[in-house]
Nanobody, 119 residues
Framework: QVQLVESGGGLVQAGGSLRLSCAAS????????PAWYRQAPGKQRELVAA???????NYGNSVKGRFTISRDNIKKTVILQMNSLKPEDTAVYYC?????????????WGKGTLVTVSS
């Protein structure tokens, strides 16, 4: 069974950094069109960062210049490097992407990892 598994969340002070990682368990393949979303309490889920099929990176306006999405093709993971964190970055962060399963690309979501930024 294929699952996306996030790791790296935790508690950090404002101005600090965290590195989130996402991997596809149960699959030998990497994650296509990966993206990170987040959802803060009482708010809608929003796009944080994504890598398009053409290899370009897109970012939500609130994280531009502070967050970087990348891929580790050897480890087949997707990384979200978060710098200069602010209390408003506090949210559950979800990884999403397409993984080959039984000959088809299927979309998967992780269960999320909590990031808490203290002021």
């Amino acid at each position: 069974q294929v699952q996306l598994v996030e790791s790296g969340g935790g508690l950090v002070q404002a101005g600090g950094s965290l590195r989130l990682s996402c991997a596809a368990s149960g699959s030998i393949f990497g994650i296509n069109a990966p993206a990170w979303y987040r959802q803060a309490p009482g708010k809608q889920r929003e796009l944080v960062a994504a890598i398009t099929g053409g290899g370009n990176s897109n970012y939500g306006n609130s994280v531009k210049g502070r967050f970087t999405i990348s891929r580790d093709n050897i480890k087949k993971t997707v990384i979200l490097q978060m710098n200069s964190l602010k209390p408003e970055d506090t949210a559950v962060y979800y990884c999403s992407g397409d993984v080959e399963n039984a000959g088809k690309l299927r979309n998967y979501w992780g269960k999320g990892t909590l990031v808490t930024v203290s002021s």
